[in-house]
């Protein structure tokens, strides 16, 4: 909300806004606006202490940009005195004043016993005595509890059961060993939904209580734990829904979780193993085996499977998964990405097979990948992906394809894209296609394309013109690529009247060659990128300014200050929606 409008001669009908209009105004001008009105008159500022008291009841006071402290012990008890009302909070802690943190924080609880969510974060505790004082005096109204330790010690167990009865998220981190973790699961474990645990040293036999209402379980490298261990943690589980578990360092290949050990866990909705770099498919089937069948989302990213294991046992995937994440697997070979396709059922959307070494001429006259209505493909940088290969892997999967990514693929050339079909997505970032290759890509999605990226390609736009049918782009991105004068006039003769975003950073246009694009009046372009178009003239940016500026909000320009100071002078009059005008010395390329 603009509040230059409330200013000055304007204040006093605002100072005499019924409650409810003046309140609907405090929730939606934010913090920095509240700070604005509260300069305005004495008036403004006791109606705004009065009515915030009554609309805001949830509070945080951690600066969400540093996640660090914003208040000190003393700013805390005047919080305390001065707001009505705290139903709920968000507070930061680090070593220092504990003591006067630990007395500020009991004045707020006199202060307030309608509080009820207590969301607390440590950093920086040097042993866990500190933590648990904290947890004795406020542990009763604890919901959210973030903590990190720089070493372990036994100042945990003065903490009794029943100390945490409300605490449903528990984040910790720091070298807690089985017996303290165990101590502190104990405390929480009927009431905890949400549980992070990262750079521990558990291994196995350091949980004894089930977990009744735990629905969320990352486990981050925790180098010591063993299939065993994260057997049992499962085990004492019934509603689980998410399971996230990683462990670059550690040597845990999850070959020794059985499905004899645990009962099939049927809730399970999404599974993430990404960068569990000792991942084997043997370990992989074996915790597959628990899932139940209501998977939808499965992350192998970074792992070392092959998946050949998947064509020599008999089993398939939930039926329900939707989404399948191979990215990084460099291990993944042609046959063993076809045997996991052809496990998979019909309901998979989305695969990333990116950085990988698939060529995917396996799925020459594979006949077992089929009904699958895949709708995204991403295989970004797959170094050995040739155009063959490519139409193999369009031949099972294209029929429902709207999205794909081939970024980076320099070996492709555009040869058989036209069986690409019906795209709203196409990155073609850093390929070989060149003008001609594109055009039968172009004609063949149709109007439905939305999205085109061209990025370091060879792409001129001299030889792109009469389609037969014009796609409908609304983003095109030609950052950095071999895009001419006389292209962009071709390219912007059939897009421009479409188009709400281009980027052409990097590339060689003059600009003048616009006053030849024909587009109706009023443009959809609102967005224009122009940074490091180092041929650009001072003339050609008028021009581009009367050509597309009446509906521009975001411009980029050349780090230049002849270039600049036109703009400005002359330009920017042809503008009068400009709301923002950048002029970066570097911007990185937009290759997503």
Known sequence: ??????????????????????????????????????????????????????????????????????????????????????????????????????????????????????????????????????????????????????????????????????????????????KESSHLFNLCNTTLKELHLCQMEISEDFIDCPFDALEHLEILDCEKLTGKGLLQLLDQTSKLKVIRYQNKLGSCSLEDCHQSELTIMPKIVKLDLSACFKLTDAGLVSILMMIGQNLKVLDL??????????????????????????????????????????????????????????SGEAFFGCQTVKHIKLEKLELFACDKLTDLGLVAILSKLRLHLKYICLAFNSSLTGAGFA?????????????????LRL????????????????????????????????????YLCLESSSISNKGIVNILNMFGNYLKNLSLSGTKITGESFNQIQVNSPTKLEKLKLNRCNNLTKAGLLTIAKKFGNSLRIIVLPYDDGIKKIFYRTCSVHCPKLQRVDTPIFLSCDYS
């Open 439 to 474: 055009k039968p890509i172009l004609e063949k999605c149709g109007t439905k394309l939305k999205m085109l990226i061209l990025s370091c390609s060879p792409i001129t736009g001299e030889n792109l013109q009469r389609l037969n049918f014009i796609p409908q782009l609304t």
């Open 419 to 435: 069986k690409l079909g019906e795209l709203e997505y196409l990155n073609l970032c850093g390929t070989s296609v060149t003008d």
């Open 301 to 358: 990213a970074e792992t070392g499977i092959t998946g050949d294991i998947f064509g020599i046992i008999d089993y398939n995937f939930s039926p329900k998964l939707e989404t399948l994440d191979l990215r990084g697997c460099t291990s993944l070979t042609d046959s063993g990405l076809v045997a996991i396709l052809s496990k998979c059922g019909p309901e998979l959307k989305t695969l990333t097979a990116s950085n990988t070494s698939v």
């Open 1 to 178: 909300m603009n509040l230059d409008i409330y200013m000055g001669s304007s204040l006093s009908p605002l100072e005499k806004l019924p409650s409810d209009p003046f309140k609907m105004i405090i929730k939606t001008i934010g913090v920095g606006g509240i700070k604005s009105l509260r300069l305005g008159s004495k008036t403004l500022r006791s109606r705004i202490e009065n009515e915030e008291h009554t609309i805001f009841k949830h509070w945080n006071l951690v600066n969400d940009a540093t996640e660090g402290l914003d208040i000190n012990p003393t700013e805390l008890r005047r919080f305390a005195t001065e707001v009505k009302i705290v139903e709920g909070l968000k507070l930061y802690l680090n070593s220092e004043d504990e003591d006067a943190w630990i007395s500020s924080i009991n004045n707020l609880l006199e202060a307030h016993p309608e509080l009820k969510a207590f969301n607390l974060t440590f950093e920086g505790f040097k042993h866990i005595g500190s933590l648990a004082r904290y947890v004795a005096s406020i542990g009763h109204v604890l919901r959210n509890l973030t903590f990190s330790l720089c070493s372990p010690l036994e100042g945990l167990y003065i903490l009794d059961s029943g100390c945490l009865p409300l605490l449903e998220e528990l984040k910790c981190r720091g070298p807690l060993s089985n």
